[in-house]
């Protein structure tokens, strides 16, 4: 079973100013006037949000819905840009395995894998005990789960008092908060020329590939960035 007292302090962790829970209930709104606004019903966006919780998937199945885009090509959009949050699960998996939890735990838990949610279980997994890890974790993902479903119901009846500036304001809250966790995390020359780099190889590539601008210039600034932090190292 859950332990109680480590799930509940997990949910309680996104409290706090700095949480990035803030940011992400903020982009839901965006997310569920969004969807109203393309003809979903509430309980339509309510089960986009409850299958997809990821604020960039949400954005390509609506972007693709109103082009017109096949169920199949859409499945696949969604599929690749969610595939950013593999490097994430295998970077903490291994901090939350424990030989005496069962495996449901984690098949659950995965479905909570974001960033919000990883960035508290990052910041606040060495406080606690290695056992107790995957009911901590069950925690955040519950609690971030639960604003990211909450917020895109408040978008959803609040859309009509909302006008495209307000909305494109409110979607860029969750990137603008991860930049500036990336350029708090700038302690290693790996992370500081990857952030560094990627944020003038984007523009360049758009020059070249709009379509492909971000997934080209992190990819060069990432490798270049790990490269060197090897040489560096050795």
């Avoid at 480590?6 to 700095?18: C, R, T």
């Avoid at 890890?133 to 859309?159: C, E, K, M, P, V």
Wanted: proline share 3%.
């Amino acid at each position: 079973m859950i332990n109680t007292k480590y799930f509940l302090k997990g949910l309680k962790s996104i409290k706090g100013v700095g949480s990035p829970a803030i940011a992400l209930g903020a982009s839901f709104v965006a997310i569920g006037a969004l969807l109203k606004n393309l003809g979903f019903s509430i309980q339509e966006s309510i089960f986009s949000t409850f299958l997809t919780y990821a604020l960039p998937g949400s954005l390509v199945m609506a972007e693709s819905m109103f082009i017109g885009a096949s169920l199949i090509n859409i499945f696949i959009a969604v599929w690749l840009v969610n595939a950013r949050l593999y490097p994430m699960t295998v970077a903490l998996m291994p901090l939350l395995m424990h030989e005496n939890q069962p495996r449901w735990k984690y098949y659950l838990s995965c479905h909570f894998i974001a960033v919000s949610s990883w960035l508290i279980m990052k910041d606040n997994y060495e406080a606690i005990e290695k056992v107790n890890r995957i009911d901590f974790w069950i925690g955040i993902g519950i609690a971030t789960w639960s604003i990211a479903i909450f917020s895109t119901i408040i978008g959803f009846l609040a859309s009509d008092f909302l006008n495209k500036d307000m909305l494109i304001g409110l979607a860029i809250v969750n990137p603008i908060y991860f930049i500036c966790m990336m350029i708090g995390a700038m302690k290693t020359i790996q992370i500081s020329l990857s952030v560094l780099l990627g944020g003038i190889l984007g523009p360049v590539f758009y020059f070249l590939s709009p379509e492909w601008c971000i997934l080209f210039g992190g990819f060069v600034a990432g490798s270049i960035a790990y490269f060197i932090g090897e040489r560096s190292v050795s």
